[in-house]
């Protein structure tokens, strides 16, 4: 069956460090998001790509970046980890002209 | 910007009640509407969508209506279930713009907890 699936699943790093989480997609989707979920703010959008080579910034960008050099995958890469970008981080996928999101089942991240 | 607001934050039923959780949004000039579960741990899951178009979406027990103009949506469960125990979000599609850079890009409220206990 199709999915998405992010890994890991959790990740405890050091502030300062450079941290890539991965996203991948069977779907054959190309619009592919990255949420970032904290109590208090809900899920906000960090990164959004409609398609190989395309990337956009989302509400809360700083500090993140991606790239996609494939349908399949959207990783995102946290540059220097602070203590802020402790958090749950969710991929999601959507076929273009069809509305429903799909959601991985996130990746726990805590910056010591 | 388009702010998403839940109310209540948090719900407990006895099961068996009908219960209505709601959704405000500031910017009337929304794609559609769509309403989330998690559950503790995991990813989330779409229940309903809604486009600006309609007025309501009904999947089994739930029902999801949609009043633009005044900026609210409701989702309302019917007969609740202890398996119906989760977060509820619900979440705002903006119109899509001149640049097509706007597709899909969700706007979230805080979500409801909501707890059914037997």
């Known amino acids: 069956d199709a999915e998405i699936t992010q890994s890991p699943r959790h990740k405890i790093t050091e502030t300062g460090r450079q941290v890539t989480l991965a996203c991948h997609q069977t779907?054959?989707?190309?619009?592919m998001f990255w949420y970032r979920q904290d109590l208090g703010h809900g899920l906000r959008l960090i990164h959004y790509?409609?398609?190989?080579?395309?990337?956009n910034k989302g509400e809360v960008s700083d500090g993140y970046s991606v790239s996609r050099s494939n349908t399949e995958d959207l990783p995102l890469t946290l540059e220097s980890a602070a203590s802020s970008q402790t958090s749950v981080y969710f991929c999601?996928?959507?076929?273009?002209?069809?509305?429903?999101?799909?959601f991985g089942p996130g990746t726990r991240l805590t910056v010591l | 910007k388009q702010e998403v607001t839940q109310i209540p934050a948090a719900l407990s039923v006895p099961e068996g009640e009908n219960l209505v959780l709601n959704c405000s949004f500031t910017?009337?000039?929304?794609?559609?509407l769509q309403w989330f579960r998690q559950d503790p741990g995991k990813g989330l899951t779409s229940l309903l969508l809604?486009?600006?178009?309609?007025r309501e979406q009904t999947s089994g027990r739930l029902n999801a209506s949609l009043d633009k103009s005044s900026g609210r949506s409701t989702l309302y469960i019917a007969a609740s279930q202890p398996g119906d125990s989760a977060t509820y979000l619900c979440?705002?599609?903006?119109?899509?713009?001149?640049?097509?850079?706007?597709?899909?890009?969700?706007?979230f409220g805080q979500g409801t907890i909501l707890t059914v206990h037997p």
């Open positions: 779907w054959n989707h190309n619009n």
């Open positions: 809604i486009q600006s178009s309609q």
């Open positions: 979440a705002a599609t903006p119109q899509p713009n001149a640049g097509g850079t706007s597709y899909g890009k969700l706007t």
């Open positions: 910017d009337s000039a929304i794609y559609n």
């Open positions: 999601a996928s959507r076929a273009t002209g069809i509305d429903t999101q799909y």
């Open positions: 790509s409609y398609g190989v080579q395309d990337t």
